[in-house]
């Protein structure tokens, strides 16, 4: 499982990909740490509640807790303010975990008939769409859920000094 992350840094620019109810799903999103080294997360996932509170302020310096999902890709688990205040909402980010699951639960159903299919357009090609699928299935139902759980996620913070009430 991914390690709960401790980083200082400030956002100098981001785009937004998707947005949802409760999430929003960012790319390209650049930021600098405290000794000025520029660096990019391909991907960053959060919750509503973390962006009104002030997680991707630009030009303004920020402590991020974080779980990577893959090399670039990472979710906020919660966002420390300049007053030392710790923002977070476990609650929203259980919603972010069921849907995690009802997400791998369909490419689970759709992996074999859409790999049949195409196959057929690509003369047996597409049987490799099957394995994909299924590795998607597997993070979607067991891996990314499993990251978020609030035991987990109460626990990590716990080591990082942040009370969970």
């Known amino acids: 499982m991914s390690d709960l992350k401790k980083t200082k840094l400030t956002v100098k620019n981001y785009n937004l990909k998707a947005s949802g109810d ?5 790319d390209q999103v650049r930021c600098e740490d405290v000794e000025g080294r520029t660096f990019h ?3 960053v996932a959060m919750v509503d509640y973390l962006k009104r509170h002030g997680a991707l302020v630009l030009d303004s310096p920020r402590t ?3 779980k990577n999902l893959g090399k670039k890709s990472i979710v906020l688990i919660a966002v420390e303010k300049s007053n030392g205040k710790v923002e977070y909402d476990l609650d929203n980010l259980r919603q972010v975990a069921k849907s995690s699951i009802l997400k791998g639960i369909l490419m689970a159903v759709a992996a074999v008939p859409g ?3 195409i196959a057929t357009a ?3 090609l597409g049987l490799l769409f099957i394995p994909f699928a299924l590795y998607y299935t597997y993070r979607g ?7 978020l759980r609030r035991k987990t996620l ?3 913070l716990a080591a990082h000094g942040v009370i969970v009430r």
Not at 22 to 26: E, K
Not at 141 to 147: E, Q, S
Request: cysteine-free; overall charge negative; aromatic content about 26%.
């Open 22 to 26: 409760l999430d929003a799903v960012y």
């Open 41 to 43: 997360f391909k991907e």
């Open 64 to 66: 991020w807790y974080y």
């Open 115 to 117: 790999g049949i299919i």
């Open 122 to 124: 690509t003369y047996g």
């Open 141 to 147: 139902v067991f891996k990314i859920p499993g990251m």
């Open 154 to 156: 109460v626990d990590d």
